[in-house]
């Protein structure tokens, strides 16, 4: 079946600096979703792409999508302290909306 | 709008015991999905809806039935629960084939 390999697993910063993580997969994806999941809490979508190369942002968050199809890539700027949580990256390739999910960056933001 | 419910948020079984998970969702979407989610995995299909009338197996279908009842609702049963079935549940819909909407989870211990 498809892989996500998402990297890093965990990441330790100070309030204020900037965020890079990333997720590749061994297939191709039509369209890259990126989600966050506070604790107790399901996943909230934060960012979604559909075009190779296509580049968005919401708010201190900016996300690409690969020029190759395969990779993604995760951006917050200026952390705070309510970014701290759980982000994944999940990739859809069918018509149904199955979603193949990497296994997650634990964000831990200290003040 | 309530978005996407389950019930129960929490359940604690004995191994044999059988139960059923309930979804919900108000937003009209035509398919839903159950995941769950086990530490350092991301969330792993169960089954999906496409639409009202049909269900298919996702990545770890072994274990579990669902039914869609109608479009609002998808619920999932465990027949003859296992400890590796200890897991937290999602549930999730879509409008469109990718962006889903995931409800609070249920905590589901086996024991």
């Known amino acids: 079946g498809q892989q996500l390999n998402q990297s890093p697993q965990s990441m330790f910063i100070q309030e204020g600096e900037d965020v890079s993580m990333n997720c590749t997969s061994s297939s191709i994806f039509n369209t890259w979703l990126w989600y966050k999941q506070d604790p107790g809490e399901g996943p909230v979508l934060l960012i979604a792409?559909?075009?190779?190369?296509e580049l968005t942002s919401n708010g201190r968050l900016t996300a690409q999508f690969g020029i190759t199809r395969k990779d993604s890539f995760l951006n917050i700027s200026a952390s705070i302290p309510s970014d701290v949580g759980i982000y994944f990256c999940?990739?859809?390739?069918?018509?149904?909306?199955?979603?193949?999910f990497g296994q997650g960056t634990i964000l831990t933001v200290h003040p | 709008n309530a978005g996407v419910t389950q019930t129960p948020k929490f359940q604690v079984l004995k191994t044999g015991q059988s139960m059923t998970l309930q979804c919900a969702q108000d937003m009209n979407h035509n398919s839903m999905y159950w995941y769950r989610q086990d530490p350092g995995m991301g969330l792993r299909l169960i089954y999906y809806s496409a639409s009202e009338g049909t269900t298919d197996k996702g990545e770890v279908p072994n274990g579990y039935n669902v039914s869609r009842l109608n479009k609002r609702e998808f619920s999932l049963r465990l027949e003859s629960a296992a400890p590796s079935q200890t897991s937290v549940y999602f549930c999730?819909?879509?409008?469109?084939?990718?962006?889903?909407?995931f409800g609070p989870g249920t905590r589901l211990t086996v024991l």
């Open positions: 999940a990739g859809s390739s069918t018509s149904y909306g199955k979603l193949t």
């Open positions: 999730a819909s879509t409008a469109r084939t990718d962006t889903q909407y």
């Open positions: 792409l559909y075009k190779a190369g």
